[in-house]
T-cell receptor, first 113, second 117 residues
Framework: QKEVEQDPGPLSVPEGAIVSLNCTYS??????FMWYRQYSRKGPELLMY????GNKEDGRFTAQVDKSSKYISLFIRDSQPSDSATYLC?????????????FGTGTKLQVIP | GAVVSQHPSWVICKSGTSVKIECRSL??????MFWYRQFPKQSLMLMAT?????????EQGVEKDKFLINHASLTLSTLTVTSAHPEDSSFYIC?????????????FGPGTRLTVL
């Protein structure tokens, strides 16, 4: 079993829809939870970052963490064609003084105009 | 956020040759940089942690003699793929820790696509 599970998609939604992206994990030592957006042939871009259970909102994006269920989500409201990208969840744990980051495989999202 | 650049963005080489990839932090000094590899439709896999002025720390299963890392200055880390083979073809991405020093919020370079013929 992978430490982090993420549905690879692809996920196609119409413009304006609410998008829900999810990841589950098995490692209780994960402390920080991130969502990255990666456009084709580009490096990942940090979208959201949280370290506690609950919701965190930033514009059209809401990150949700449920540590008891080992489940995190990213919601995108009023989705736009420019949101079309691969979304990677990532989680980190303290490992020898560093926060060792484990990434999900990414979910490819396509927002159709 | 931090600005990280990589050079080259795309390289094609013949099997058996060596390729050097540069990673630069443009707006702050990074004592630590991370090197990742990403195969198509797969997640980013950490290869090694590059430390300025000392030896890199490699993840299990990564050959340190094949993937040579040099972090000679606070703004530059290089990854050299020695005697490259077609199975080394991948997307190589470097990153730096966040400006606060936390390694949880990393800033990624644009990546280097390596194709070995």
């Amino acid at each position: 079993q992978k430490e982090v599970e993420q549905d690879p998609g692809p996920l196609s939604v119409p413009e304006g829809a609410i998008v829900s992206l999810n990841c589950t994990y098995s490692n209780s030592a994960f402390q920080y939870f991130m969502w990255y957006r990666q456009y084709s042939r580009k490096g990942p871009e940090l979208l959201m970052y949280t370290y506690s259970s609950g919701n965190k909102e930033d514009g059209r994006f809401t990150a949700q963490v449920d540590k008891s269920s080992k489940y995190i989500s990213l919601f995108i409201r009023d989705s736009q064609p420019s949101d079309s990208a691969t979304y990677l969840c990532a989680m980190s744990e303290n490992s020898g003084g560093y926060q060792k980051v484990t990434f999900g495989t990414g979910t490819k999202l396509q927002v159709i105009p | 956020g931090a600005v990280v650049s990589q050079h080259p963005s795309w390289v094609i080489c013949k099997s058996g040759t060596s390729v050097k990839i540069e990673c630069r932090s443009l707006d702050f000094q990074a004592t630590t940089m991370f090197w990742y590899r990403q195969f198509p439709k797969q997640s980013l896999m950490l290869m090694a942690t590059s430390n300025e002025g000392s030896k890199a720390t490699y993840e299990q299963g990564v050959e340190k003699d094949k993937f040579l890392i040099n972090h000679a200055s606070l703004t530059l880390s290089t990854l050299t793929v020695t005697s490259a083979h077609p199975e080394d073809s991948s997307f190589y991405i470097c990153s730096t820790p966040g400006l606060a020093g936390g390694t949880d919020t990393q800033y990624f370079g644009p990546g280097t696509r390596l194709t070995v013929l």
